[in-house]
């Protein structure tokens, strides 16, 4: 089955210590984006991936790395977690070309007290 | 600066009729649109998109309205069924790489 995997599905951590939130995708998908989903503010992207080892910043990625070693895994990193950072993260694959959509992976809740 | 908006939190409808969902887009340099639907703890599903040389775009009972010149984009959902009920996204492409979403309209179809 297609898709885009995200592990875990929650997570409560605190304040400073590191964490990394995996994203894997079976379909052979150029891109991949991390989004966060917070009330209000809708989804926003917070790095995306045009090729393994091309990464660049969305439009909130202060606090955050990723890196795309493998074209199938796109991991987030927190390394000093705070609790503005507490949001519901999503991670994306889609082919390359003009006009493709997004696959999404289930989510995951992130907690930061 | 929200540069896709939906100004409807939340839409309530009865089973059978139109739902219609909007999205407006301040940059008129967005060329591709895109909607998708949220259940929740599920991730976004792509549901319809339309190219910005296309008004309109039909699939099923969901059509996809695109007004360049008013910069706003309408999701029509006909006839409405209680399995509708779920948080719409619009999406816009910018440049090659970004997609930018919108804050999302809360869908309820009443049975």
């Known amino acids: 089955e297609a898709q885009v995997t995200q592990n875990p599905r929650y997570l409560i951590t605190v304040t400073g210590k590191k964490l990394t939130v995996t994203c894997s995708q079976n379909?052979?998908?150029?891109?991949m984006s991390w989004y966060r989903q917070d009330p209000g503010l809708g989804l926003r992207q917070i790095y995306y991936?045009?090729?393994?080892?091309?990464?660049d910043k969305g439009d909130v990625p202060e606090g955050y790395k990723v890196s795309r070693k493998e074209k199938r895994n796109f991991p987030l990193i927190l390394e000093s977690p705070s609790p503005n950072q507490t949001s519901l993260y999503f991670c994306?694959?889609?082919?390359?070309?003009?006009?493709?959509?997004?696959?999404f992976g289930s989510g995951t809740r992130l907690t930061v007290v | 600066d929200q540069q896709v908006k939906q100004n409807s939190p939340s839409l309530s409808v009865q089973e059978g009729r139109i739902s219609i969902l909007n999205c407006d887009y301040t940059?008129?340099?967005?060329?591709?649109f895109l909607w998708y639907k949220k259940y929740p703890a599920e991730g976004p599903t792509f549901l319809i998109s339309?190219?910005?040389?296309?008004d309109k775009n039909e699939d099923g009972r969901f059509t996809v309205f695109l007004n360049k010149s008013a910069k706003h984009l309408s999701l029509h959902i006909v006839p409405s069924q209680p399995g509708d009920s779920a948080v719409y996204f619009c999406?816009?492409?910018?440049?090659?790489?970004?997609?930018?979403f919108g804050t999302g309209t809360r869908l309820k179809v009443l049975a």
């Open positions: 999406a816009a492409r910018s440049g090659t790489y970004k997609y930018i």
């Open positions: 994306a694959s889609r082919r390359q070309g003009a006009q493709t959509s997004y696959t």
């Open positions: 339309i190219s910005s040389i296309k």
């Open positions: 991936s045009m090729n393994v080892e091309v990464t």
């Open positions: 379909m052979n998908h150029e891109y």
């Open positions: 940059n008129s340099m967005f060329d591709y």
